[in-house]
């Protein structure tokens, strides 16, 4: 979501640059939403064939797309 307003809004450059990959429950226990803490928990439910490509996938986007390299690109810095 950074990523699309730092062209907009450099003043949030910051943010970007410090921001760091999360796991899904530890996003859904950070976001502050009430049924935050139940997705997390339910993670831990789902069923290693959903899970597991979700999770390599997550990994893939995460190595291959740092925000720093959108930033870079853009020209904001």
Known sequence: ML??????????LADLQAWKPKSYPEHFRNIGID?????ADAYDHVPPAFKEPFE????????????????????VI
């Not at 049924?35 to 997705?39: D, I, N, V």
């Open 56 to 75: 390599i996938t997550v990994g893939q986007l995460n190595r291959v797309c740092p925000p720093s390299a959108f930033v870079r690109q853009s020209g």
């Open 3 to 12: 990523i699309g307003m730092v062209a907009d809004m450099p003043e949030i």
């Open 35 to 39: 049924y935050g803490p139940l997705a």
